[in-house]
């Protein structure tokens, strides 16, 4: 866990954060923002004041993973309100121009700093933010402009995505952010009709190795769940949905490396 607060940084809007956690993924499609949106969902049901800040402008994911009845974002003494689902604040360039963004990289970094900057985010305990995929300029205007406190890093059992889960953690590590978790999405399918049987469907046993080749304390496989996935399309978090599965479990475990 996390000690004490954030030190006070010259980002004063931030100041009233007392956690800012990044989730972080080198490759798209890896379950990145259905972690992020998972475990601020989890923060919150344990008792956290909690935000989630969409960094990807280019593929927001948020207005589809969580669908507040009240879509329309308002705007009082030049701040940004964030909308709220289940006491969750929510920020995300999707809630504000639902047309997909074609924009060069300045642009982008502008908005994303407006969005996270001038929004209204008020007292929280956590912020958790989505970060875009990759490594590139964007991701370290991100670690440059907050003082990040963690990392949570996503990838998948293929090689190809571990090559990259690397790169992240050396990106974090260059800007002195601790990578405290590493969650291995998609790793296994359990069926319900064989009972205690696991498929690894993509090989087992990486993730455990780089955690414990780069220190990261946490390291955790999560399953192919078709559960998860229909919730997350439907704009309801999974552990709201499912709150006594194993998944919401695994999240509650996943929170408590935060
Ligand atoms: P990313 O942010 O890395 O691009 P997403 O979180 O948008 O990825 O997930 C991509 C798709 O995979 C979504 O449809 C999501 O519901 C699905 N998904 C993510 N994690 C799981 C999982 N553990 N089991 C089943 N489907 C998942």
Not at 84 to 90: A, F, G, P
Request: negative net charge.
């Amino acid at each position: 866990a996390i000690e004490g607060s954030r030190a006070p940084t010259s980002n004063r809007p931030l100041n009233r954060i007392k956690h800012i956690i990044a989730v972080a993924s080198c490759k798209g499609g890896v379950g990145k923002s259905t972690v992020a949106v998972n475990l601020a969902f989890t923060l919150a049901k344990l008792g956290g004041k909690v935000g989630i800040m969409d960094a990807d402008i280019y593929g927001p994911s948020l207005p589809i993973l969580v669908q507040p009845e009240d879509k329309i974002v308002q705007y009082k003494d030049g701040r940004i309100i964030p909308l709220e689902y289940q006491s969750v604040k929510l920020m995300s360039f999707g809630y504000i121009n639902p047309e997909s963004a074609i924009m060069r990289g300045p642009m982008i970094a502008n908005i994303m700093n407006q969005l996270l900057m001038e929004t209204d985010w008020g007292d929280l305990d956590y912020l958790v933010i989505d970060m875009p995929p990759g490594t590139g300029d964007i991701q370290l205007t991100i670690c440059q402009t907050v003082s990040l406190d963690a990392a949570v890093i996503v990838t998948t059992p293929q090689q190809l995505s571990f090559r990259d889960v690397i790169k992240g953690i050396q990106m974090f590590d260059k800007v002195s952010v601790p990578c405290v978790a590493l969650v291995e999405n998609m790793a296994y399918f359990e069926p319900n009709d064989i009972l205690n049987k696991r498929y690894y469907l993509f090989g087992h046993g990486k993730g455990q190795k780089i955690a414990s080749d780069y220190g990261i304390p946490f390291m955790e496989s999560f399953p192919l769940d078709p559960d998860l996935c229909r919730w997350s399309d439907s704009g309801t978090p999974a552990v709201l949905a499912l709150s006594e599965s194993k998944v919401a479990q695994l999240y509650k475990s996943l929170a408590s490396a935060i």
